[in-house]
């Protein structure tokens, strides 16, 4: 990540986050015409790098573990993934809590980029994020053009993270489990 641009606090921007008119990184908001490259060239989404054959999703338990689970995020090198799970305030900080992308983007101006929402992202912070190790993906169609990354299976390493910590896995387990039940409970599977 050395080279990458840093933000006035010293921050590297990863090459998939939205930049307005004035170069301000949206850090909440995803370039989709880079996402797209990103994905045609097999590079990670924070370095910009190509990808190795292990590459690494993260996202909530739902994402990682549901039988239908998928990533909105395109998959990262191990040591992208883990600075992003200590760093990234909506990763790593317990008090945050909710989505700023169309926050941060009211008094914007953006050169054409094209900024969506996805409606199939829940406004609820996940009480752990969940790093999953795979080798090759698959890429499904979403809402407005969107696509969502589908890691082959079964993943090689599974890590669980909460609050910039990498969880005992035992531990993270539980948890992933208990909020995967509690999903299911209410929405089962047909």
């Avoid at 573990?65 to 200590?86: F, I, V």
């Avoid at 992933?176 to 999903?183: P, S, V």
């Amino acid at each position: 990540m050395k080279h990458l641009p840093r933000d006035p606090r010293g921050f590297p921007i990863p090459v998939i986050v939205t930049r307005d008119k004035s170069g301000r990184p949206h850090f909440t908001m995803n370039d989709e015409a880079m996402r797209q490259r990103i994905i045609r060239e097999d590079r990670c989404a924070i370095c910009g790098s190509k990808l190795l054959r292990g590459r690494w999703s993260v996202g909530g338990p739902l994402s990682a573990l549901h039988p239908y689970g998928r990533y909105n995020d395109t998959p990262l090198h191990y040591e992208c993934a883990s600075y992003a799970l200590r760093v990234c305030p909506y990763l790593a900080m317990p008090s945050y809590s909710k989505r700023l992308d169309t926050k941060t983007a009211v008094n914007a101006e953006f050169n054409g980029t094209l900024i969506a929402i996805d409606p199939t992202i829940l406004d609820a912070r996940p009480e752990l994020f969940v790093a999953v190790m795979h080798i090759g993906q698959t890429y499904s169609p979403g809402p407005v053009g969107l696509g969502y990354v589908i890691p082959k299976r079964p993943y090689r390493q599974i890590e669980y993270w909460q609050q910039g910590e990498r969880l005992d896995p035992v531990a993270g387990k539980a948890i992933a489990d208990r909020i995967l039940a509690d999903f299911l409970r209410e929405n089962p599977l047909p």
